[in-house]
């Protein structure tokens, strides 16, 4: 079967760190997406991560563990405007060319002043 | 930029009615996609294409049916639609490191 797990919800601080967990079980792996999504607007891509590790872009970093099916969204230095949903969305099989992608239901992040 | 665009942001039909709801992308992209999103429910995949003509179906795809005649062009038909497709739509079309999200449409069926 396919699964994505991420927590319903999520509060922090303005200026400070926050991360958002994804775990997945899957019957393929083929990448793993984060996007953000403010409230009424359409989901926005924020990171891929294909290979262990960690990938920076910004404020925003994404850390990926294929052995144990986990992903991390790190956001530094919170600004009000990082209040939205994160859905983390794994590429499973039958993936590549077709870019098929499974999601979870998201985490709304509460930025509080 | 790519721009994905959908005809409506807004619909309201009532059950049994035809709706069709239109994609349109201008980056060549061969792979395009339609979802919906439902409260605690998450983004879940309708129908999918690779290519003109082709179409694959999804997790959900009781209820609905697709045309792509054009590469750009990517139509979801709900034949006769029902209040539990009442929902927000969402087109999208892909490369292989990324997904490019329509507005969507938030369609209402009474």
């Known amino acids: 079967g396919q699964n994505i797990d991420q927590p319903t919800e999520m509060t922090a601080t303005e200026g400070a760190i926050v991360q958002i967990n994804c775990t997945y079980q899957t019957s393929g792996f083929n990448g793993l997406f984060w996007y953000q999504q403010h409230a009424g607007e359409a989901p926005t891509f924020l990171s891929y991560?294909?290979?262990?590790g960690l990938e920076e872009k910004g404020r925003f970093s994404s850390f990926l563990s294929r052995s144990k099916g986990y992903s991390y969204l790190l956001l530094k230095e919170l600004q009000m405007k990082d209040s939205a949903s994160y859905l983390c969305?794994?590429?499973?099989?039958?993936?590549?060319?077709?870019?098929?992608?499974?999601f979870g239901t998201g985490t709304l992040l509460a930025v509080q002043p | 930029d790519v721009k994905v665009t959908q005809s409506s942001r807004y619909l309201v039909k009532r059950t049994g009615e035809k709706v069709f709801l239109e994609c349109v992308q201008d980056m060549d992209h061969e792979n395009m996609f339609w979802y919906r999103q439902d409260p605690g429910l998450g983004l879940r995949l309708i129908y999918f294409s690779y290519d003109v003509k082709m179409k694959e179906k999804g997790d959900i795809p009781e209820g609905y049916s697709v045309s792509r005649e054009k590469k750009e062009r990517f139509s979801l038909i709900l034949e006769s639609a029902s209040t539990n497709q009442t929902s927000m739509y969402l087109c999208?079309?892909?490369?292989?490191?990324?997904?490019?999200f329509g507005p969507g449409t938030r369609l209402t069926v009474l």
């Open positions: 969305a794994v590429r499973g099989p039958g993936g590549g060319a077709t870019n098929k992608l499974i």
């Open positions: 991560n294909v290979l262990d």
């Open positions: 999208a079309t892909g490369m292989r490191n990324e997904q490019f």
